[in-house]
T-cell receptor, first 112, second 111 residues
Framework: DTGVSQDPRHKITKRGQNVTFRCDPISEHNRLYWYRQTLGQGPEFLTYFQNEAQLEKSRLLSDRFSAERPKGSFSTLEIQRTEQGDSAMYLC??????????FGNGTRLTVT | GQQVMQIPQYQHVQEGEDFTTYCNSSTTLSNIQWYKQRPGGHPVFLIQLVKSGEVKKQKRLTFQFGEAKKNSSLHITATQTTDVGTYFCAGIIQGAQKLVFGQGTRLTINP
């Protein structure tokens, strides 16, 4: 079990720039989730895939955020025109059909 | 708005004391899961409860799911320094698929 891997671990960007994060789930898991976590808060749901289909997207997510999972394996999360409020830890998790989530180590985004 | 509420936000105990965190939802949950996040780490799954009134134990940890499937609790007996971390409940709202996390309870322990 190689676990869920996320890249990069840290990203510092200037306001207005675009950033893209990658998540490689556990290979046999068909579900993939993106969450955002800020200090002292619980993970906040962003979006969820079953295989390559994006089944749900948080209403909190603005049009600047987009996620893909083109072949039902790895996923990317892109944030366009970053704002300081986007600074957070972005967590990816995967699961088999009804099983619990396995989280990656996250990508810490800092927008200056 | 927040659908899964968790209290307290912080709890500091002496080593050996008990600890309890409570989770409440405004709507019925299909199941409830508990996760632990160590400082600097990511959430790690502890347990899942599915049935109304279910109680599960893992060594010193006792998990309960309420009869109405709207609340849950985690109780740790005789805390140890290894129990330090933030404990999150997370529930799936009936009819939905996403897992919604509570705000977490941060446990610190005085050795």
């Amino acid at each position: 079990d190689t676990g869920v891997s996320q890249d990069p671990r840290h990203k510092i960007t200037k306001r207005g720039q675009n950033v893209t994060f990658r998540c490689d789930p556990i290979s046999e898991h068909n579900r993939l989730y993106w969450y955002r976590q800020t200090l002292g808060q619980g993970p906040e749901f962003l979006t969820y895939f079953q295989n390559e289909a994006q089944l749900e997207k948080s209403r909190l997510l603005s049009d600047r955020f987009s996620a893909e999972r083109p072949k039902g394996s790895f996923s990317t999360l892109e944030i366009q025109r970053t704002e300081q409020g986007d600074s957070a830890m972005y967590l990816c998790a995967s699961s088999a059909q009804e099983s619990p989530l396995h989280f990656g180590n996250g990508t810490r985004l800092t927008v200056t | 708005g927040q659908q899964v509420m968790q209290i307290p936000q912080y709890q500091h105990v002496q080593e050996g004391e008990d600890f309890t965190t409570y989770c409440n939802s405004s709507t019925t949950l299909s199941n409830i899961q508990w996760y632990k996040q160590r400082p600097g780490g990511h959430p790690v799954f502890l347990i899942q409860l599915v049935k109304s009134g279910e109680v599960k134990k893992q060594k010193r940890l006792t998990f309960q799911f309420g009869e109405a499937k709207k609340n849950s609790s985690l109780h740790i007996t005789a805390t140890q320094t290894t129990d330090v971390g933030t404990y999150f409940c997370a529930g799936i709202i009936q009819g939905a698929q996403k897992l919604v996390f509570g705000q977490g309870t941060r446990l610190t322990i005085n050795p």
